[in-house]
T-cell receptor, first 110, second 113 residues
Framework: QQQVKQSPQSLIVQKGGISIINCAYE??????FPWYQQFPGKGPALLIA?????SEKKEGRFTISFNKSAKQFSLHIMDSQPGDSATYFC?????????FGTGTRLQVFP | DGGITQSPKYLFRKEGQNVTLSCEQN?????MYWYRQDPGQGLRLIYY???????QKGDIAEGYSVSREKKESFPLTVTSAQKNPTAFYLC????????????FGDGTRLSIL
């Protein structure tokens, strides 16, 4: 019940395309859903986060869509750029900690 | 600049040896975390601390120990009881408990000689 399932494991997108990464959770106590971006040899950095009182949050080219009834949330990267090539992690938070998904390696080709 | 400093960046351990990974933050955050990252397994929580002199086990605490004597510092010791210690270790901090953005250091890569 503590798991966060993330898909796909890897994703290849052409420059200018839309990248979509999906996550699903089971524990209804989760009420904070961040996405992190990690470049090789670096720690993850917070990209965007959402709370379950809204269904969508947009920051620049990055959008989180949240479906509370389905217990799913996704990250959309519009107009994907080669600089977006990185590993992306979703997470779900409760009172104590975050539970992370297994990560998606995104490669954007020019 | 405020942030989290992890040292060393690379660390090698001999069989039967304990090693300690350093994590220091100057963000004035109350909560600190240690994660282990292995390829294809995401980030798994080892230990976390929400206040000085108190810490809790995460999902994979066996073979690890921590201390939280100062708000700024949260060192992790990988003991000889951890049979598969080769991994990338990440330290993070947040202003409060789970529903807060976590800020990460740039990690320590531990390998076995």
């Amino acid at each position: 019940q503590q798991q966060v399932k993330q898909s796909p494991q890897s994703l290849i997108v052409q420059k200018g395309g839309i990248s979509i990464i999906n996550c699903a959770y089971e524990n209804t106590a989760f009420d904070y859903f961040p996405w992190y971006q990690q470049f090789p040899g670096k720690g993850p950095a917070l990209l965007i986060a959402i709370r379950p009182d809204v269904s969508e949050k947009k920051e620049g080219r990055f959008t989180i869509s949240f479906n509370k009834s389905a217990k799913q949330f996704s990250l959309h990267i519009m107009d994907s750029q080669p600089g977006d090539s990185a590993t992306y992690f979703c997470a779900a938070g409760d009172t104590d900690k975050l539970i992370f998904g297994t990560g998606t390696r995104l490669q954007v080709f020019p | 600049d405020g942030g989290i400093t992890q040292s060393p960046k690379y660390l090698f351990r001999k069989e039967g040896q304990n090693v300690t990974l350093s994590c220091e933050q100057n963000l004035n955050h109350d909560a600190m975390y240690w994660y282990r990252q292995d390829p294809g397994q995401g980030l798994r929580l080892i230990y976390y601390s929400q206040i000085v002199n108190d810490f809790q086990k995460g999902d994979i605490a066996e073979g690890y120990s921590v201390s939280r004597e100062k708000k700024e510092s949260f060192p992790l010791t990988v003991t000889s009881a951890q049979k598969n210690p080769t991994a990338f270790y990440l330290c993070a901090s947040s202003p409060g408990q789970g529903r807060q953005p976590q800020h990460f250091g740039d990690g320590t890569r531990l390998s076995i000689l």
